[in-house]
């Protein structure tokens, strides 16, 4: 704590209060939207009645075992419907901290207001579906990988197999996430930067990743099973990946293919002109970190503009990485 500065701690305490704040005023106010109506009741199925199957319609179940909580913890109202989805949009405003050392303070500190101000992480924070669900988890999934590649623990294998079960958990869209990674990375084996790569991995050890496989197969049949009250729950992976493939043709939403580039460009004009600054740092520097977020954003919004369902919700996913 004596290497980090106070005013820099300070800076962040306020920084998530603020970003806490405004997603809790008048939180329960609004209307539902038709989804929001879906999550508050079957989480409320699942707080009064004890029972949850796996449906890949409704997306994974993470987010109905946290809104029951909250109706546990808190009661059950329009409010606490929408309480766990600010809470998870306010959890990851301070993760940015994590990586100063690659992205830089101010860099870190500027994605963080950006994550707790800017309108379309602010708005689905105080939205009651999984996507926001799935930022949190998904940016606490990059910090602990490139903290792993940066300064590798023996914990972090096990910590990463874990959130990988959380996400996929959350929403299907892991695999599009897990496509992005993979190839990634696979073009990074193929250049000379694969040593640096290869290093951490070697350095935790096999029974690392003997940890890292269990910690996913045991959240993963935990959270899929429903408690281990619904077995058939382990064929989630297939059955969802099965169900939203055959959705593509589908095209819900009816949006055009460059629906996320105007939301983009109309909404996040500020986060694309200094995502154009961090791209150029990012080639100069030959920072792993930084290409991996290039190509993640590029990626993803080529997928997703691909894909046969748009919605508002779904334009966090390319944003995250540009942020």
Known sequence: MERRPRGELAAYALLVVAALV????????????????????FSWIFFTEGDYEYNPLLHGPFRFYLTAA????????????????????????????LLRSQLGRVGAFAAAALLGFGPSYLYFSRFAREDIYFASVSLALLVVTFRFLDDPRRYHPALIGALLAVLFSIKETTFITGFVAVTF?????????????????????????????????????????TFLTHPDGVKG???GLDYWLGQHEVGRGGEAWNFYLVLLFGNEWPVLLLGL?????????????????????????????????????????PLLPAI
């Open 22 to 41: 405004l997603r809790l005023i008048d939180l329960g106010d609004r209307p539902f939207h038709h989804d929001e109506s879906q999550d508050a009741y």
């Open 70 to 97: 909250m109706y546990l913890l808190f009661g059950d109202s329009d409010f606490t419907a929408r309480l766990a989805p600010a809470l998870m949009g306010t959890l990851m405003v301070p993760l940015p901290y």
């Open 185 to 225: 990375f696979a073009i990074v084996l193929l250049t000379p930067e694969r040593r640096r790569l290869m290093a951490p991995v070697r350095a935790v050890g096999l029974d690392a990743w003997g940890w890292a496989l269990a910690a996913f197969v045991g959240a993963y049949t935990i959270l899929f099973t």
């Open 237 to 239: 992976l297939y059955t």
């Open 277 to 317: 600054v961090g791209w150029i740092v990012a080639v100069r520097s030959r920072s792993l970190l930084g290409g991996f977020l290039v190509w993640a954003f590029f990626v993803s919004l080529v997928v997703y503009s691909w894909a046969g369902e748009k919605f508002a919700w779904l334009v966090l996913h």
